[in-house]
């Protein structure tokens, strides 16, 4: 079963060259969630989300109305923060949401607002999309001026009001505590957490929710349909839909709204209607299921489900739905040395083991590429990922404040275990085979 | 080498107005300094610091964090070359050694005649459309070695 018929739950709009402005998104359910909403009360709106089991997009999966009832009750103010700093190499769903249907990420946002007690949110973009900005920034006029966000919404007593802000490039604000010191207007450090979650102590030590874009353009759907809705399509443990870019060597690079849990790699790579199959026709090499943090799979994981438990007990993670396949012809030497690269760059320095580990890596695999490898440096390459992350396990073992530094382990152990040959080869200074 | 002009300083005080405390809205605001004068300049970092009230090392501090804010004057056109994993595959960084090639500087650099900065850059998340780049933060996708001469033509 390549396509099942689930409908387009975020993504419904994508047809409509307009889908960015108030008239189009009214006429196509537009605000009906946030209406059902307010006929709720606050605790069937957090009810209804539960029932719907939707679990975060933004990577972890951690379910997002049992993270709206960790805020401590009687602490005001609250605050909802929108984490649309989209940038796991692989990863392109957040852009477009915000793009092409900044409405209903709106409409989500007041729909969360409204659940959770919240008076004001933020919608922190990434820095370096100004198309995303500026379709938010009117969409949040249009949506002030009609009276769905600001005093008194729809002639109720609810308001809110929403702040649009955005970044100026750092990769690591994207987890959700540099995040909130980046709104705080600081150097983007994440902070240590335990023991406190954002949702206890975050924005100004207030509690605040911090949720991805994808997730909360979930809601409006949920609202209007019905939770038992929503969790009738997926998987025991993955409900509802998810929304995959698939990129590099297929046929069909894109990204596709797919339902969660039982379409498979296979599906998503295969499919005409999806990827459409490795280009040229050529051999699958390897492919990372879930952004550049992700240990790496191959063909003997192709039949796995998009689903998190299943992917998580293969040694991987599905992360933020960034699938970026690798054909025959990749040099693995290369990408490895450019996944991790990017991690010795986007270090924010403020452990040792990622901020010296990560460079040290950087400048080994560099050396190897070059040809002036040494025959100790496999060895060495693994023991610097065993300082980062001990034991190199699945899922990693933390010595630092966030998983950025143990992520960079990822792409090395899963290179140098699979394709050694390929290292050796280059530490010889002979040709790469690269089958 | 600028103070914000009248017009700014009042923008300024309108986006600070939008937060609960000052000090949030300096992101936006460095954004603003250096639409102003095309970087940031050490003297408007001074009056955003009396703006938000925080010292000025504070504000510099914030902003030698962030990729996106230059202290020092860059090309009219800013042309990100995106070179990671999803774009590498796919050409991504012969696409911009054939930009360092066209325009005479290497990755980091600002063409002479001031009209191009050309940058290596992390995933701008746009992977399916690989290899991309950005011109000014606006995105041109699949960009081949002849899109690239006519772009910048
Ligand atoms: N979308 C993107 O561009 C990127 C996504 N990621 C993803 O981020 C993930 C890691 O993110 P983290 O936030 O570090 O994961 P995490 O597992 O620490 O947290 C997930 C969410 O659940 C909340 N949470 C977890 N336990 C909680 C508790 N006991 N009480 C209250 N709240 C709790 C956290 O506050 C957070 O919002 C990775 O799995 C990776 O896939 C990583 C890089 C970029
Ligand atoms: C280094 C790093 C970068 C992250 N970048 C993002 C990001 O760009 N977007 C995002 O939604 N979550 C990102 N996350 C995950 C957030 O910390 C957080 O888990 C997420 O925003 C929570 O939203 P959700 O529960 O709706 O998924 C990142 C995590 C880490 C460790
Ligand atoms: S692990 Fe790396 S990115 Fe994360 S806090 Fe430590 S130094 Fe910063
Ligand atoms: S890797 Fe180039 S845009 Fe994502």
């Known amino acids: ?435 | 080498m600028a103070r914000l002009t009248p017009e700014n300083e009042q923008l300024a005080r309108e986006i600070i107005g939008r937060y609960p405390r000052p000090k949030s809205a300096l992101i936006p605001l460095l954004h603003l300094a250096q639409e102003q004068d095309g970087y940031v300049a050490e003297d408007a970092m001074e009056h955003l610091a009396e703006l938000v009230d925080v010292t000025p090392a504070e504000v510099l501090g914030t902003c030698s964090f962030y990729e996106m804010f230059k202290r020092e004057p860059v090309g009219r056109y800013v042309v990100n070359v995106c070179t990671n994993i999803a774009c590498q595959i796919m050409g991504g960084e012969e696409l911009l050694a054939h930009a360092e090639d066209t325009l005479g500087v290497k990755a980091g650099g600002t063409t002479p005649d001031g009209m191009f900065t050309l940058e290596d850059v992390e995933c701008i998340a746009a992977c399916t459309e690989a290899p991309c780049l950005q011109v000014n933060y606006r995105y041109e996708h699949r960009i081949s070695h002849e899109g690239f001469d006519a772009l910048v033509d």
Request: net charge negative.
């Open chain 1, 1 to 435: 079963m390549a396509v099942t018929d689930a409908p387009r739950i975020i993504t419904s709009r994508f047809g409509h060259d307009d889908a960015h402005t108030i008239e189009r998104y009214e006429a196509t359910h537009g605000y009906e969630g946030l209406r059902a909403a307010l006929q709720k009360r606050p605790d069937e709106v957090l009810e209804e989300v539960k029932t719907a089991s939707l679990l975060g997009r933004g990577g972890a999966g951690f379910p997002a109305g049992v993270k709206w009832g960790f805020c401590p009750p009687g602490v005001w103010p609250r605050y909802l923060v929108v984490n649309g700093d989209e940038s796991e190499p692989g990863t392109y769903k957040d852009r477009l949401l915000m793009e092409r249907d900044p409405h209903q990420l709106i409409e989500g946002v007041l729909i969360a607002c409204y659940a959770i007690g919240c008076a004001q949110a933020f919608l922190y973009v990434r820095g370096e999309m100004a198309v995303a900005q500026e379709r938010i920034a009117a969409a949040l006029n249009e949506a002030y001026a009609k009276g769905y966000v600001g005093k008194g919404i729809l002639g109720t007593d609810f308001s809110v009001d929403i702040v649009l802000h955005w970044g100026a490039g750092a990769y690591i604000v994207g987890e959700e505590t540099a995040l909130i010191e980046s709104l705080e207007g600081n150097r983007g450090m994440p902070r240590l957490k335990p023991p406190f979650f954002p949702a206890a102590k975050g924005l100004y030590l207030q509690p605040t929710v911090v949720n991805n874009v994808e997730t909360l353009a979930n809601l409006p759907w949920i609202l209007r349909e019905g939770g038992a809705a929503f969790a009738a399509l997926g998987a025991e443990n993955s409900k509802g839909t998810r929304m995959f870019a698939v990129s590099g060597h297929v046929r069909n690079p894109g990204v596709y709204e797919v339902e969660f849990g039982v379409t498979t790699f296979r599906d998503l790579l295969y499919a005409p209607v999806y990827g459409g199959g490795i280009r040229d026709g050529n051999a699958l090499k390897a492919f990372i299921p879930g952004g550049a943090s992700a240990p790496w799979f191959y063909e003997e994981h192709l039949d796995l489900p998009l689903e998190k438990a299943a992917v998580d007990k293969a040694g991987s993670m599905l992360g933020s739905g960034a699938i970026v396949v690798m054909d025959e012809t990749t040099d693995m030497v290369r990408a490895a040395l450019r996944v991790v690269r990017f991690f010795a760059r986007e270090s924010c320095g403020k452990c040792t083991p990622c901020r010296e580990g990560t460079s040290w890596l950087e400048k080994i695999l560099e050396r190897i590429l070059d040809g002036h490898g040494r025959t100790s440096d496999l060895d060495l390459l693994l023991d610097v990922c065993d300082n980062i992350s001990p034991g190199i396990a699945w899922p990693p073992k933390q010595t630092t404040i966030c998983p950025l530094g143990p992520s960079a382990v990822s792409p090395i152990a899963s290179a140098v275990t699979r394709f050694r040959d390929e290292f050796e080869a280059r530490l010889g200074g002979g040709p790469v085979p690269v089958t």
